[in-house]
């Protein structure tokens, strides 16, 4: 089984957690064939770092970047090159155990599906949105998504993050690939999965600390990302239903405190934004 990972890269060394990225991939009892650094002109040491560390560097045009027709040239690019499974991870994610890339690429195997993500979780200790919807979105218990769960999960059937996700390329090509997106490629190539009758994996044993920024800008800026991407693949929601059903069904874990609900709002504004304005 040939095995390639690939991270998309801007300044991560500013972002504050490459080095650290790096070492436990390093530290992984399963080594990928290829390890491809897919840089948009970086300003910092992000690809003498990598480099450092045994990377390819792929140069990618800051200009020309695209979150869903880059990640599809670098998955055909590497499928020439005799790769079965694409692992895919962002540059502000760390490992969480030595053994969380073999978990992962197992959990894919065994299952047969297009795509197995890993499970989320915080160091941060402050009560945050981001803590809060990681623990609802990123739960204890592994799951297999097919068609069949669509009337009960809605949209959560094809939710699924290219931060910590292993693509069976077979599948992931013969499907389409990774459709152009300006943001959401994995969520909507996880769609193509399952109207093609395959499924989508989630491995909770395979782990990744992972933490965004908390600012209200960055907040907005999410939610209207978001907002814009649904409002460009309205299909998308009229099959799988809408984002708001999913965000009511996040609330039937209980309310969150206070300061939550006021990132909630701050989320939900910029989406509303995004997707109507």
Not at 65 to 74: C, E, L, P, V, Y
Not at 119 to 146: F, G, H, M, V
Not at 166 to 191: K, R, T, Y
Request: hydrophobic share 40%.
């Amino acid at each position: 089984m040939n095995i390639a990972l690939a991270i998309v890269t801007l300044n991560a060394v500013k972002q504050g957690y490459w080095e650290e990225c790096l070492a436990a991939i390093d530290a992984q009892t399963l080594r990928p064939s290829h390890l491809l650094c897919a840089d948009s002109e970086s300003s910092d040491n992000t690809v003498a770092l990598a480099l450092a560390h045994g990377w390819e560097h792929l140069p990618i045009q800051r200009n020309t970047f695209n979150h869903g027709k880059t990640r599809d040239a670098i998955a055909r690019l590497l499928a020439q090159r005799g790769a079965d499974i694409l692992i895919l991870m962002t540059q502000d994610v760390v490992l969480a155990t030595p053994d969380s890339l073999k978990i992962l690429v197992e959990r894919l195997q065994a299952t047969h599906a297009t795509a197995a993500y890993g499970r989320q979780c915080s160091r941060n200790s402050k009560r945050t949105l981001d803590n809060w919807q990681r623990a609802q979105s990123y739960p204890e218990e592994s799951c297999i998504k097919t068609q069949a769960d669509i009337p009960t999960m809605g949209l959560l059937t094809v939710f699924c993050s290219d931060a910590f996700c292993a693509w069976d390329l077979n599948h992931l090509l013969a499907q389409g690939g990774f459709p152009e997106a300006s943001f959401g490629e994995d969520m909507l190539a996880a769609a193509q999965a399952i109207e093609a009758g395959s499924a989508i994996a989630y491995c909770a044993e395979a782990c990744c600390w992972h933490d965004h920024s908390v600012s209200y800008r960055d907040l907005f800026a999410r939610g209207k990302a978001i907002g814009r991407m649904h409002a460009q693949h309205a299909d998308l929601l009229k099959r799988y239903g809408s984002a708001t059903r999913k965000g009511l069904g996040l609330l039937k874990h209980g309310l969150p405190q206070p300061s939550i609900l006021l990132q909630l709002f701050v989320k939900a504004a910029g989406y509303f934004y995004g997707k109507h304005l």
